[in-house]
């Protein structure tokens, strides 16, 4: 199988703009969590999606935002980047989303504001 | 809150030797899952170890072990024989069946030749 694919690997963008990251979950997963790393905060939990819902949602601003496609793909979303939002995004997907199930990580969106 | 400290930033290993990685979590829950992740510098994350609250008998996947403490709410983790592979950062997580996971700032683990 493969493995969760998150696009683009690297992105550069200015203070204002808005982006959008992607991530392919394995096949049959349906559960795809959001989390952001930086060096200050570590990894923080985003949001997390199952059957194109949110069912979960971290401590963020309502700049960011997400969805999840029928197929289970999931997009996120950040609008008005500030200095700060730059980080590694990583998404992980789970067959259910339940605790028991193991989260396979994607590979993660480097994100860069200038 | 529930929150999971790693109290190492940086440790560092023999190759073929043993090191302990610790890791401390708050919580009021009964019911939780831990979890160690490696993040090698490649940068994708892969489960190495998991534990289930309720089971009492520590977690083993080959050269990895865990020593869980549920009253001391610690999870160390143990990492025999180990290799030069084994160098990454290592993130202890914490999840309920109410919460999303929780992850700690993380520990680099060097090991040396």
């Known amino acids: 199988k493969a493995g969760v694919t998150q696009t683009p690997r690297y992105l550069i963008k200015t203070r204002g703009q808005q982006v959008t990251l992607s991530c392919s979950p394995i096949?049959?997963?349906?559960?795809v969590s959001w989390y952001q790393q930086t060096p200050g905060q570590g990894l923080q939990f985003l949001f997390e999606?199952?059957?194109?819902?949110?069912?979960n949602k971290g401590n963020f601003p309502g700049r960011f935002s997400g969805r999840q496609f029928s197929n289970s793909r999931s997009e996120m979303n950040v609008s008005t980047l500030e200095l700060g939002d730059s980080a590694l995004y990583l998404c992980?997907?789970?067959?259910?989303?339940?605790?028991?199930?193991?989260?396979?990580f994607g590979p993660g969106t480097r994100l860069t504001v200038l | 809150a529930q929150t999971v400290t790693q109290s190492q930033p940086e440790m560092s290993v023999q190759e073929a030797e043993t090191v302990t990685l610790s890791c401390t979590y708050d919580t009021s829950e009964s019911d939780y899952y831990l979890f160690w992740y490696k993040q090698p510098p490649s940068r994708q994350m892969i489960l190495v170890i998991r534990?289930?609250?309720?089971?009492?008998q520590n977690a083993t996947e080959n050269r990895f072990s865990v020593n869980f403490q549920k009253a001391a709410k610690s999870f160390s983790l143990k990492i025999s024989d180990s290799q030069l592979g084994d160098a990454a950062m290592y993130f202890c997580?914490?999840?309920?069946?109410?919460?999303?996971?929780?992850f700690g700032a993380g520990t680099r683990l060097t090991v040396k030749p």
């Open positions: 534990q289930e609250a309720y089971k009492q």
């Open positions: 992980a997907s789970s067959l259910e989303g339940r605790p028991t199930d193991t989260q396979y």
């Open positions: 997580a914490y999840r309920s069946a109410h919460n999303d996971m929780r």
């Open positions: 096949s049959g997963h349906r559960s």
């Open positions: 999606y199952f059957s194109e819902t949110q069912r």
